[in-house]
């Protein structure tokens, strides 16, 4: 092989960056190669001009099977991106990336590991012109898309990556096996084990976090053999086929197949992810958004292994805290960051009708909820904050959610428009806050239904007890990302523990300063559960990856 | 906890032995902590005594929600067994066992390790018993039930605990988390990360392997902290009575409750396997059994992670050997063994018409075909030895199916009856070879069914290539379990193994001497691939156990 991109220069470049990896999923200590100050990453003109040359042209990607043209972001800041994709044939595309997986499958693990790394380390050097091509499909605010979109994306690879290969080389490639037969000559067989991919894994993309949803099932999938079609949300394309175009460049300056990941971009209303989904060749599926497609995916996709994130109701109890003025600057900053448009956004706060103890003396319901109320009005008072913080929202639905709001209940704070310097027509606005009696069973029907958008529900409830139960309930039936607790009883926080590991839900207790409920860091933090409705599987773990690839034994008389 | 198994106690009596168990997978050398050899047991007798102590009795648990008493065991060997077993009542069953799993959950992956270590140990101990329960509900030959239903399955059930025990020990238990701010205080977090359990795991067993088969789902659910349901086989519930039973009583010794492994076992017609597995408190299903039930269980507990071992069709592709007479031998052990009641044993031989290449000569079809049938005949020509390979057959249906083999092709060995000397009511068969032209399409239907028993096909193919088009075929549309080739060309040899990593399947090449295909040994082999339409899992790798239970993190300020 004489590729550019030898495996002893990949070693060279990545292979102590693996080991790191590798080690830092094990201790779970904070560990990222990928700096997330945006002054790390040099030329920022040099990024939005290659933002900017993408737009109204057709992006060329030399796939098989290209059909026809299909394309239709409008960024949520008001631009026509107007960009063209390939349009797939899957009965010509399928089968080419199917042939690729031979010589993919026969690099081995580290290759592998070391060509993703690699795709990994580009796509970080574009960490500029990405930011813009998240910022503009997805509304968040540029810092958040260079972020999020860029190194925590790029982090959440790596440590698929890192997973992937500690779980392919957990079996030698070859064994010799020797069993004592008393008197007689021992038996004796000469074993190998190949790692074998399941085929094609499909990845398909969401609106809000194309990159930082996408890249878990992505590189998953490509470390352990699979070939991977990328199907984005039609809103949010740019970035993905970014990242297709890096990571074909990258397989074909090592050598291997560039149509081992290609791109599948669909026609309004074609619903080719369903056509897709239910193709034999497509063996695994990853999949970020709403409930009903996911639960469609995984009674309907039989033939492969399905990963899926939904929605769910993020619940935060509030029983006590010796920081007030620090929980109500945590939780402000929570239900403003993107708007509420994560899927960790906390919805519901649960908060005892007598009021709770703090620091600062005890506070009614009705304080408690004003006062965060207040906190989040001062966060978001300076409109060039609020923007920073806010985004714009991705779509109409969430607008029209957000509209909706102040019909279910006591508008504890109304949501307000923030002007955008830059783009007049981007649609920005503050969280509302709504509040409701928690033993009124009307209510339950609004706070036990994901809101996804900035809309979140102070829930007033009989006593921290009841909180907990209606905590377990939430988890049980609707599923959650993220559970929150604030007390300074020791008992709760237990009563806090046992729920959510009863239920199986990630809970954050107490933050007052600069982590948020709705964050969390690679190689240190899952991101899900993997064991409520939220989502069947966490963010990263060994369940992410066993299932993507098998062993395949050859044995022979030694 | 004054219990009388301290966890100091089961530390010093098998931790060794679960960091051998540990070595040994990520080695796959050949080791076990439990010789095969009946010798190696003390006191025969006593076993047997034991054994005929359980006939015609109740076999009381103490278990909650007992409603009534079932069963209805017959020996293939002509004994009536007459054993009464609890009858569950699941509304009381399931929130007893679901109400003792916090405190299993508490105890931690090591103390369950090393308790289900102690629990095998102790089964390891009665293995005399065991294997004439085994051997009267399976119809295995005395040695084999020993053999397989005794040390084989104690491996293969320490083979689930270690890989489940390394899974959970991957993340840490806690974590300091220090993230640096550039000239601002760094922030941290002090995380915790909890393995959890799904819930309750339901095992159901087979007619054929109780213990083989069900000692890695019950051990790897039972090790990752969920509780576990045994609903035996109605033909098979004795051995899985006897390990509930152990199970029990040890994890009462170490002080916890012993309704974390309960029995259930139904009344004729009355399909509580259905009921049981589409119970919400079930999160996991372990089952061995037809295709029929087990892709209804893929479709419909879908509360549950489902691993299921179906049928599958065993190919053997003969293109040429050195070594004609060895092969002869060990296809015929291969066929005979337990008169092919295996789901590893090969079905279909597939050689092509034009004969092959030995270290004798060539070899017609035909003349293959014969030596093969004389190889059988010659194995099994002494009655006594007949007998002690190939037991008794399970039930009617397997003797049905043998019934009607000749009607299917040409006949080239017939089935005789062979008497046993101690059981006259035992139904001891021989194995019936029927030869088909591959090239006929009515011949399909027979040789792409399983035709579970003691009835192989020897099929004509054009070629060798025709030969391996037809083993692809067959994993990819119907499974297999095992795939075996004999060949003096390297190339295929090279095809085959292609053919096996893109279907997915285990392959054994040129075994002549004492290695069996339908034979794997723990903490070496793969038992199925989990990746063909036979299983959708494999015994036992990191897949098998990861998704049993969850990781739940705490964070809190540091």
């Known amino acids: 092989m004489t590729a550019e991109l030898s495996t002893v220069l990949l070693v060279d470049r990545h292979r102590g960056t693996l080991d790191q990896a590798l080690e830092a999923v094990r201790t779970r200590?904070?560990?990222?190669?990928?700096?997330?100050?945006?002054?790390?990453?040099?030329?920022?003109?040099?990024g939005?001009?290659?933002?900017?040359?993408?737009?109204?042209?057709?992006?060329?990607?030399?796939?098989?099977?290209?059909?026809?043209w299909?394309?239709?972001?409008?960024?949520?800041?008001?631009?026509?991106?107007?960009?063209q994709y390939p349009h797939p044939d899957p009965d010509v595309l399928l089968p080419a990336m199917r042939s690729a997986v031979p010589a993919w499958r026969d690099a081995g693990p580290e290759a592998r590991a070391l060509v993703c790394l690699e795709i990994i380390a580009r796509i970080n050097a574009r960490t500029q012109e990405f930011a813009h091509a998240v910022m503009h499909t997805t509304g968040q605010a540029f810092t958040m898309a260079f972020?999020?979109?860029?190194?925590?994306?790029?982090?959440?690879?790596?440590?698929?990556?890192?997973?992937?290969?500690?779980?392919q080389v957990r079996t030698p490639q070859s064994a010799e096996w020797t069993k004592p037969q008393g008197k007689r000559d021992p038996i004796g067989l000469r074993k190998t084990f190949t790692a074998v991919p399941r085929g094609i894994g499909l990845v398909i993309g969401c609106n809000t976090f194309p990159t930082w949803n996408g890249y878990p099932g992505l590189f998953a999938s490509l470390a352990t053999g699979n070939a991977v079609l990328v199907k984005p949300h039609p809103r949010a394309v740019l970035p993905l086929a970014l990242t297709v175009e890096t990571a074909r460049e990258v397989l074909a300056e090592a050598g291997y197949p560039r149509d081992l990941v290609c791109l599948a971009v669909d026609r309004p209303g074609e619903g080719l992810a369903k056509t897709l989904a239910l193709r034999p060749e497509i063996r695994i599926i990853d999949y970020t958004g709403s409930t009903s497609f996911g639960d469609w995916l995984e009674s309907h996709a039989r033939q492969a292994q399905v990963y899926t994130e939904k929605a769910g109701?993020?619940?935060?109890?509030?029983?006590?805290?010796?920081?007030?003025?620090?929980?109500?600057?945590?939780?402000?900053?929570?239900?403003?960051?993107?708007?509420?448009?994560?899927?960790?956004?906390?919805q519901n706060l649960l908060i005892p009708r007598d009021g709770i103890s703090t620091d600062q003396g005890p506070r009614g319901y009705d304080e408690v909820v004003a006062d965060l109320a207040a906190a989040v009005d001062k966060l978001l008072g300076d409109d060039a904050r609020a923007n920073a913080l806010l985004g714009a929202l991705v779509n109409a639905d969430v607008k029209s959610r957000l509209?909706?709001?102040?019909?279910?209940?006591?508008?504890?704070?109304a949501s307000r428009s923030v002007a955008h310097p830059d783009f007049p027509h981007a649609t920005v606005r503050t969280p509302a806050l709504i509040s409701l009696d928690g033993a009124k069973p009307d209510a339950e029907s609004a706070y036990l239904s994901e809101c996804f958008g900035p809309v979140s529900f102070a829930v007033a409830v009989d006593s921290t007890a009841d909180a907990l139960e209606l905590l377990r309930r939430s988890i049980r039936d609707k599923g959650a990302m993220t559970v929150a607790g604030y007390t300074t009883s020791a008992q709760v926080e237990q009563d806090l523990e046992e729920v959510c590991f009863e239920e199986c839900a990630q809970l954050?207790?107490?933050?007052?300063?600069?982590?948020?409920?709705?964050?969390?860091?690679?190689?240190?933090?899952?991101?899900?559960?993997?064991?409520?409705?939220a989502a069947n599987?966490?963010?990263?773990?060994?369940?992410?990856?066993?299932?993507?690839?098998?062993?395949?034994?050859?044995?022979?008389?030694?």
Chains 1, 2 share one sequence.
């Open 29 to 46: 200590a904070f560990w990222s190669p990928h700096p997330e100050h945006p002054k790390a990453y040099p030329d920022p003109e040099a």
């Open 313 to 346: 109701v993020n619940t935060v109890v509030i029983d006590s805290t010796d920081d007030y003025r620090g929980m109500l600057a945590n939780l402000a900053f929570s239900l403003s960051l993107y708007s509420g448009q994560m899927c960790t956004t906390p």
């Open 48 to 68: 939005r001009a290659a933002f900017e040359a993408r737009l109204n042209a057709r992006f060329a990607l030399d796939q098989p099977g290209t059909d026809d």
């Open 147 to 167: 972020q999020a979109g860029g190194p925590h994306a790029q982090d959440r690879g790596l440590e698929a990556v890192a997973y992937a290969y500690a779980e």
């Open 403 to 413: 509209d909706a709001a102040p019909g279910l209940g006591g508008v504890a704070l």
């Open 537 to 558: 599987a966490a963010l990263c773990d060994g369940a992410f990856v066993a299932n993507r690839f098998r062993v395949v034994e050859v044995r022979r008389p030694a």
């Open 508 to 533: 954050s207790l107490n933050l007052t300063g600069g982590v948020y409920v709705n964050q969390t860091a690679a190689f240190s933090d899952f991101h899900g559960s993997g064991g409520n409705p």
């Open 70 to 83: 299909a394309g239709e972001e409008h960024s949520p800041y008001g631009i026509e991106l107007g960009i």
